[in-house]
């Protein structure tokens, strides 16, 4: 029945059409079963998308919470293509409701495998960015119909990466104090602060560690992991520039065309 769901999930990205008429007897009933569908799916579109270049990890904040309706973290993957340039264009058509997300993002220069406290896991990261990760609402909007097992087999909302420059001695800055802002055309949408994200970042790649422990898995070295969106996700509108700005990180900008 998994890859029966992989396939059909595949099918629809390939095809870049939304799932909210995803068959129930297609749905997986767990969130264990939901990671291993996407694991399924990245093979079977390896060969467009490459290599898994990481995780995201969404529904961080009790705010993002509240307006999903979903009590806890979930986890994406991020394959290699969808990783965009600082200041790309991105194509409003090419997705069914576009979202920016204001996150901070990691890159890690030792496997991370948990169970790890925050401190630990932070002792992992070799880089650390300011980021937007690109979201899309392939589920309607009904996120609730959909499920929690479904939007995780589908990537967790995951659209798109973007890592703003490294941040020089981000060790010495109190993340979870960080005001994050998302700006459309000059104005002030939304706002959040490092400490929205789990009480802090490194909460957050704490977090994604240890569930991938419970599947066996680990991060490795090298891949990317987007901690969570500081402010609530802004719907984005064509002719938008994008401006994600968190405090003492650094800027990253986008246009969506």
Not at 46 to 52: D, K, N, S, T
Request: charged share 25%; proline share 5%.
């Amino acid at each position: 029945m998994e890859e029966r769901i992989a396939e059909w999930l595949a099918a629809r990205r390939r095809a870049g059409k939304p799932v909210g008429d995803w068959p129930k007897e297609l749905k997986p009933s767990t969130e264990e079963a939901a990671y291993r569908v996407q694991a399924q799916v990245m093979d079977l579109l390896q060969p467009v998308w490459g290599a898994h270049a990481g995780w995201k990890v969404g529904v961080t904040t009790k705010q993002m919470q509240e307006y999903l309706g979903i009590a806890a973290p979930i986890a994406g993957r991020m394959p290699a293509l969808y990783r965009r340039a600082p200041g790309a264009q991105i194509r409003h058509g090419a997705f069914c409701r576009v979202g920016i997300e204001t996150e901070i993002a990691v890159m890690l220069k030792t496997p991370l495998e948990g169970p790890v406290t925050a401190d630990e896991a932070a002792r992992a990261v070799g880089s650390l960015h300011p980021a937007i990760e690109l979201v899309d609402d392939r589920y309607d909007g009904d996120y609730a119909g959909m499920g929690v097992p479904a939007i995780t087999a589908d990537f967790a909302f995951h659209a798109g990466f973007v890592l703003g420059e490294a941040v020089a001695g981000w060790e010495r800055i109190d993340l979870g104090a960080v005001r994050g802002t998302t700006r459309a055309n000059g104005v002030l949408k939304l706002e959040g602060f490092g400490r929205d994200v789990m009480g802090h970042p490194m909460a957050s790649l704490a977090w994604l560690a240890n569930r991938l422990a419970e599947m066996g898995r680990r991060i490795e070295a090298g891949e990317v992991v987007s901690t969570g969106s500081l402010p609530i996700t802004y719907w984005a509108e064509k002719g938008d520039r994008i401006e994600s700005d968190i405090e003492k990180l650094g800027k990253v900008t986008l246009e969506i065309v």
